[in-house]
């Protein structure tokens, strides 16, 4: 895919958020990736709290990336003028 991209991370980095505005139509491409070490301390715990969810029958999310004023605003100026430096 060809295009313009940006990288943001979580202020744990424990999560990389990768987004690509593909220069061919436009469209944005999301792309999350979780640190392999958190994710092998949770997995347990993490299947068991969907499980739970599940038969609540409530929404559960798979993590959260908690991003810094700097990474959350180069995200939204990559959104509205799709140029960051």
Known sequence: MEGKEITVKCECNC????????SLD??????????AYIVRQNK???YFERLWSSIRGRDYFLYEAVLSDKEYFKLVKFYYDKDVT
């Open 15 to 22: 999560t990389i958020i990768r987004v690509t505005l593909d």
């Open 26 to 35: 436009g469209m944005f491409t999301i792309q999350a990736y979780e640190d």
């Open 44 to 46: 347990i715990k993490r």
